[in-house]
């Protein structure tokens, strides 16, 4: 597909950033003008004069246009494994896909499930993932995993999960990641590698050591782990970190979830400028909780993390966290036995979290936000869909009524990546070929798979417990029925 030199999406609603306010705004009836990889314009009529020649303008009158959403803990590779785990927890995900995905996988498996995903993830408006790369299990499954983000065309800091086995030493994922680097084309922009790492706590110290020397010597730009806290084992908190030195640097840090963090994590986070990244439906599905998340949102983000059990789009996350937060502090007014008189979070502040606030968790400025000189990264909204009818607020739009199917367009570097309601990937019908192929044998050897046996403690650490089940229908069952898994 030709592309123009410069984009105008004209007519539209446009949800902007003022940079001296430190907020959204509003412009009506608008029009935004993208040139090259930049926003180069914004307009408060939908048809600016003198633009550039051969502007290829965009019909967006009763559209709104938002900047593209940033999602700072996903997992892009498990695309295959959707709806096997619908009730799963999270020890039980542990042992059945990560403890034996090695075993089943094959890189071209690795290949094609991220390079689904993060289609997926650009149809639904995510135009930048921060991507926790937890398929490296060999050179050829990374190398997989790399080329398949390069290929989608969506912005990714690609991660690659640092894990000490024996099959694969330590030494040879640095060895594999530094020749990686080194052969990744200058031309990609858009592919960033990043690092992944969940041993501080748990690995000897010269592993430690090794990994923040690779992280120097490469110049990572972003590095990621877990952390959760509570009763759940692995310290990778901003107290284990900080005596490493890796905290008060230029990098990006994100700790993904964070939902045990305390009070001096808190105050570690603000003094470094580090951020989290709460994934919402995922502590929820899987047990995680929300103790303090709402605590420590001016450096949050949002994530989506395991997309395969629930979930790929940030606007959905944006509206759990918002009415999980709004529940919790309600609560705590009607513990008092008073009537709540204030709503405590905004839509504009959940809006944030899924744009701005991630774009600031990997230090990029220019990113979730729209604004002139910022990166053409963009979502435009259907606002004539049966969705969105009626909407006033564009936010509000947004953020409580919006869904996958609302978006019309996304661009990203200014480029459309989905236009007219169609991804623009060419070959797509031969992608999902692929995958489907990849999926049906990934599955079967997955249901075939004995159940994992979850008793005594996890990783040695807490003991299980059982959450009693719900009743939810009349007489002696309960209606928890079984999964549906088996096609003969």
């Known amino acids: 597909?030709?592309?123009?030199?410069?984009?105008?999406?004209?007519?539209?609603?446009?949800?902007?950033?003022?940079?001296?306010?430190?907020?959204?705004?509003?412009?009506?009836?608008?029009?935004?003008?993208?040139?090259?990889?930049r926003i180069a314009g914004i307009y408060n009529t939908a048809s600016p004069s003198n633009l550039p020649d051969g502007t290829d303008i965009v019909d967006c009158a009763n559209s709104i246009i938002s900047p593209g959403f940033v999602d700072t803990h996903r997992h892009g590779w498990q695309t295959a494994l959707k709806t096997l785990s619908p009730n799963t927890t999270l020890p039980d995900y542990l042992a059945r896909y990560i403890m034996t995905a090695s075993s089943i996988y094959t890189p071209e498996d690795v290949y094609i499930g991220q390079l689904t995903g993060l289609?997926?993830?650009?149809?639904?408006?995510?135009?930048?993932?921060?991507?926790?790369?937890?398929?490296c299990w060999s050179k050829d499954a990374t190398n997989a995993g790399l080329q398949a983000s390069i290929d989608s065309g969506a912005r990714v800091y690609w991660s690659p999960a640092f894990y000490r086995t024996n099959e694969y030493p330590l030494a040879e994922q640095i060895a594999d990641l530094?020749?990686?680097?080194?052969?990744?084309?200058?031309?990609?922009?858009?592919?960033?590698?990043g690092i992944a790492y969940d041993g501080w706590s748990i690995a000897p110290p010269e592993d430690n050591q090794a990994v923040i020397s690779l992280v120097k010597e490469l110049n990572i730009p972003v590095l990621t782990m877990h952390y959760m806290g509570g009763p759940w084992s692995g310290d990778n908190s901003p107290e284990a970190l900080q005596p490493l030195g890796v905290l008060n640097t230029d990098m990006a840090v994100v700790f993904s979830h964070a939902m045990g963090i305390t009070p001096l994590g808190a105050r570690i986070l603000r003094s470094t400028n580090q951020f989290i990244s709460i994934t919402p439906e995922s502590e929820m599905h899987?047990?995680?909780?929300?103790?303090?998340?709402?605590?420590?949102?001016?450096?949050?983000?949002?994530?989506?993390?395991?997309?395969?059990?629930?979930?790929?789009?940030?606007?959905?996350?944006?509206?759990?966290?918002?009415?999980?937060?709004?529940?919790?502090?309600?609560?705590?007014?009607?513990?008092?036995?008073?009537?709540?008189?204030?709503?405590?979070?905004?839509?504009?502040?959940a809006f944030l979290m899924a744009t701005r606030q991630g774009a600031l968790a990997l230090r990029r400025p220019d990113l979730g936000a729209i604004r002139v000189g910022a990166k053409a990264d963009l979502v435009v909204f259907n606002g004539r869909s049966p969705g969105l009818l009626g909407w006033r607020d564009p936010v509000a739009a947004v953020i409580l009524h919006a869904s996958v199917g609302d978006i019309e367009h996304v661009l990203v570097d200014g480029k459309f990546r989905k236009r007219n309601g169609k991804l623009t990937f060419e070959g797509y019908d031969s992608v999902v070929d692929r995958f489907l192929a990849s999926a049906e044998r990934i599955q079967k050897a997955m249901v075939d798979q004995p159940d994992p046996v979850i008793e005594g403690r996890f990783w040695g650490g807490c003991e299980y417990g059982h959450a009693t089940v719900v009743k939810a229908c009349r007489g002696s069952g309960t209606g928890y029925g079984q999964q549906f898994l088996h096609k003969d």
């Open 286 to 349: 899987y047990g995680h909780s929300h103790p303090n998340g709402h605590l420590i949102q001016d450096q949050a983000s949002l994530g989506v993390d395991t997309f395969l059990t629930f979930s790929t789009d940030l606007m959905t996350q944006a509206r759990i966290w918002l009415q999980r937060t709004r529940s919790r502090l309600y609560d705590q007014v009607l513990e008092r036995w008073e009537v709540p008189a204030n709503n405590p979070m905004s839509v504009n502040q």
């Open 178 to 193: 530094k020749e990686l680097a080194s052969k990744k084309p200058a031309s990609d922009d858009l592919t960033t590698i």
């Open 1 to 37: 597909m030709a592309h123009a030199p410069s984009v105008l999406l004209s007519g539209g609603t446009i949800i902007a950033f003022n940079e001296d306010t430190d907020s959204l705004e509003v412009i009506r009836n608008g029009a935004l003008l993208i040139t090259g990889d």
């Open 119 to 135: 289609l997926e993830a650009l149809n639904a408006g995510v135009t930048t993932t921060l991507d926790h790369a937890s398929h």
